[in-house]
């Protein structure tokens, strides 16, 4: 059973930094492609950042420049720097593995950011 659970999330004036984080059970992060996703209030859910397993990255072009997919394989954990923060940042943020939540279409919780200007 795959699951993965985020945190990190919370409110931050514009300008400010978050990291999120996802840690995972029952998959090897480290064999597969981590996506980070996000859906703002009233908007459909997009792709933030990718990070291949090889270490290769690619972002949305809203967010390049400041934010930053990485990975701790020893803990089997994805994490999103996001820096330069925005008000259009806010939404509820998904992390997913190969995947998994876009092919069960189950995003569960995700966790919450929330930028003020």
């Known amino acids: 059973q795959v699951r993965l659970v985020e945190s990190g999330g919370g409110w931050v004036q514009a300008g400010g930094s978050l990291r999120l984080s996802c840690a995972g059970s029952g998959i090897l992060f480290s064999n597969n492609i981590m996506g980070w996703y996000r859906q703002a209030p009233g908007k459909q859910r997009e792709l933030v950042a990718t990070m291949a397993n090889g270490g290769s990255t690619n972002y949305a072009d809203s967010v390049k420049g400041r934010f930053t997919i990485s990975r701790d394989n020893a803990k089997n954990t994805v994490y999103l720097q996001m820096n330069s923060l925005k008000p259009e940042d806010t939404a509820v943020y998904y992390c997913?593995?190969?995947?998994?939540?876009?092919?069960?279409?189950?995003w569960g919780q995700g966790t919450q950011v929330t930028v003020s200007s």
């Open positions: 997913d593995v190969d995947g998994y939540r876009w092919y069960e279409n189950y």
